[in-house]
C-alpha cells in the first residue's frame, strides 16, 4: 500500500498564475481531507471530500480556490491567481470512512514568488 | 481565535530526558484529542490519541495525561532518543458534531541531544 500520494511535493508560481494540487488516497479509501499548514503554524482544516462530492468546504478561503475529487483519477486542490501569501504546505489526507482516522500525505509545498 | 493552545514553541532535552508538550483547549465539545509527529518533509503521522473518559493513555514511551476540569492535556516521552527529535502538534476533535475535522495546535519542535 503505497500511502497517501501527493505531487507535486514542490511547487514553485508567480504572483497571478494557478497552481493545481494532486492527492491520490490510499487504496480502498473514498473519503479526503485537505490541509494548509502556514510557516510556524498548525494545519489549519480546509475541506472534505468524497468521490464527486464536496461534503465541507467551510475552511476554504472564498475566492480562488477549489477543490475536487471526480470519479476516476486524484482529488484536485486548485488555486487561482496565486498570490504571496498563499504560500504553504498542503497535506492531504484520506480514510475509508469519516468516523475512520485518517492518514496524511507528505504535502506540496507551495512557493509564490 | 485559536481553540487549541500549545507550549512550549520549542524544546531541547539531552538523551534519556523527559520532554513534556502542553496543550490546551478552549471548546468542551471537544472529546477526541490525538498527537502528531511530523518529520521534516513529511506529513503529521498519528502518535497516540486520547478521549477524556481517562486521564492518561500510555502507548511504548509516549503517555498522554489528560485533565477534563482544567481543560488541559500534555505528552510525556520516557527516555527520549535523538530519532525523536521532530515537530509534535497536539490536535482536537468534536466527534459528535463534524468529526472528521481536526484542530490543531501550533506545534512544539523537539530537539533530543545525543
Known amino acids: 500500500n503505497a500511502g497517501v500520494m501527493q505531487n507535486p511535493r514542490h511547487l514553485v508560481r508567480r504572483r497571478g498564475q494557478e497552481a493545481r494540487l494532486r492527492c491520490s488516497p490510499m487504496k480502498g479509501h473514498s473519503h479526503v481531507y485537505w490541509y494548509r499548514q502556514l510557516p510556524e503554524e498548525g494545519l489549519k482544516f480546509m475541506v472534505y471530500?468524497?468521490?464527486?462530492?464536496?461534503?465541507?468546504e467551510s475552511g476554504m478561503p472564498k475566492e480562488r480556490f477549489s477543490a475536487e475529487f471526480p470519479k476516476e483519477g486524484p482529488s484536485i486542490l486548485r488555486i487561482q491567481q496565486v498570490v504571496r501569501g498563499d504560500s504553504a504546505a498542503y497535506f492531504c489526507?484520506?480514510?475509508?470512512?469519516?468516523?475512520?482516522?485518517?492518514?496524511f500525505g507528505s504535502g506540496t509545498r507551495l512557493t509564490v514568488v | 481565535q485559536q481553540q487549541v493552545k500549545q507550549s512550549p514553541q520549542s524544546l531541547i532535552v539531552q538523551k534519556g530526558g523527559i520532554p513534556i508538550i502542553n496543550c490546551a483547549y478552549e471548546n468542551t465539545a471537544f472529546d477526541y484529542f490525538p498527537w502528531y509527529q511530523q518529520f521534516p518533509g513529511k506529513g503529521p503521522a498519528l502518535l497516540i490519541a486520547i478521549r477524556p473518559d481517562v486521564s492518561e493513555k500510555k502507548e511504548g514511551r509516549f503517555t498522554i495525561s489528560f485533565n477534563k476540569s482544567a481543560k488541559q492535556f500534555s505528552l510525556h516521552i520516557m527516555d527520549s532518543q535523538p530519532g525523536d527529535s521532530a515537530t509534535y502538534f497536539c490536535?482536537?476533535?468534536?466527534?459528535?458534531?463534524?468529526?472528521?475535522?481536526?484542530?490543531f495546535g501550533k506545534g512544539t519542535l523537539l530537539t533530543v541531544n545525543p
Open positions: 471530500l468524497q468521490k464527486e462530492n464536496i461534503i465541507d
Open positions: 489526507a484520506s480514510s475509508q470512512d469519516k468516523n475512520y482516522g485518517y492518514t
Open positions: 490536535a482536537a476533535e468534536n466527534s459528535g458534531g463534524s468529526n472528521y475535522k481536526l484542530t
